[in-house]
């Protein structure tokens, strides 16, 4: 096969418009009649259908990827059905494929030489990398940067967990499905000195 494609990861924190991006993609490669793909990990359950939905309301139908998807299955059985090679496979949410699914990715590219994009976040409320994330960063051609301001100013890097009364959390599960009620970016000063913060409110909570 002499296509060449790429395996790109295109991360941010919440709120950067990733999923806008991915859809705006999505909507000029129809307008230029070009084949792909819209996948999304099942884990993220906010929409009850199979849609990638952006939070300025714009949508299309995708594909779940279960934790037991072979990916790479999926995508060969597809060609095998339509007899057409996707020139785009797009997916969201990309944090939330395991390491063996990016790998599946790779293969596609290697194998049909379509470009497969990723967007996901790089790291969790803790600050730490997420599996599929940290593969992306390991074996992707092309990595990307979405970028998005802090309200201090500074570039948001952090995920920030937030309870009702807008306090840091740092304790819980990696996966808390979730949008503005539960999630806030932050850079790392502003998450360091709210989470110094939060500490102080519990201290103070527990000595009454």
């Given at each position: 096969?002499?296509?060449?494609?790429?395996?790109?990861?295109?991360?941010?924190?919440?709120?950067?418009?990733?999923?806008?991006?991915?859809?705006?993609?999505?909507?000029?490669?129809?307008e230029?009649?070009?084949?792909?793909?819209c996948?999304?990990?099942?884990?993220?359950?906010?929409?009850?259908e199979?849609?990638?939905?952006?939070?300025?309301?714009?949508?299309r139908?995708?594909?779940?990827?279960?934790?037991?998807t072979?990916?790479?299955?999926?995508?060969?059985?597809?060609?095998?059905?339509t007899?057409v090679v996707?020139?785009?496979?797009?997916?969201?949410?990309?944090?939330?494929?395991?390491?063996?699914?990016v790998?599946?990715?790779?293969?596609?590219v290697?194998?049909?030489?379509?470009?497969?994009?990723?967007?996901?976040?790089?790291?969790d409320?803790?600050s730490?990398m997420?599996?599929?994330?940290?593969?992306?960063?390991?074996?992707?051609?092309?990595?990307?940067?979405i970028?998005?301001?802090?309200?201090?100013?500074?570039?948001?890097?952090?995920n920030?967990?937030?309870?009702a009364?807008?306090?840091?959390i740092?304790?819980?599960?990696q996966?808390?499905?979730?949008?503005?009620?539960k999630?806030i970016?932050?850079?790392?000063?502003?998450?360091?000195?709210?989470?110094?913060?939060?500490?102080?409110?519990?201290?103070?909570?527990?000595?009454?």
């Amino acid at each position: 096969m002499n296509r060449r494609g790429k395996l790109y990861f295109r991360y941010g924190t919440m709120g950067s418009a990733k999923t806008a991006l991915l859809l705006t993609q999505a909507y000029n490669f129809e307008e230029r009649g070009m084949e792909f793909i819209c996948m999304k990990p099942i884990v993220d359950t906010r929409e009850k259908e199979n849609v990638i939905k952006s939070r300025i309301g714009i949508k299309r139908e995708c594909l779940w990827i279960y934790q037991d998807t072979d990916i790479y299955e999926l995508v060969k059985n597809i060609y095998e059905e339509t007899l057409v090679v996707k020139d785009w496979i797009l997916i969201d949410e990309a944090q939330f494929l395991s390491q063996e699914q990016v790998d599946q990715l790779a293969r596609i590219v290697d194998d049909y030489g379509c470009n497969v994009v990723c967007y996901g976040l790089r790291t969790d409320f803790q600050s730490k990398m997420f599996e599929g994330s940290r593969r992306l960063f390991e074996i992707a051609d092309t990595i990307d940067e979405i970028k998005s301001t802090c309200s201090c100013g500074r570039k948001t890097i952090i995920n920030a967990r937030i309870d009702a009364d807008g306090s840091v959390i740092t304790d819980g599960n990696q996966v808390m499905i979730g949008g503005d009620d539960k999630y806030i970016a932050m850079c790392r000063r502003c998450w360091r000195n709210k989470r110094l913060e939060s500490s102080e409110k519990n201290s103070l909570f527990k000595e009454n």
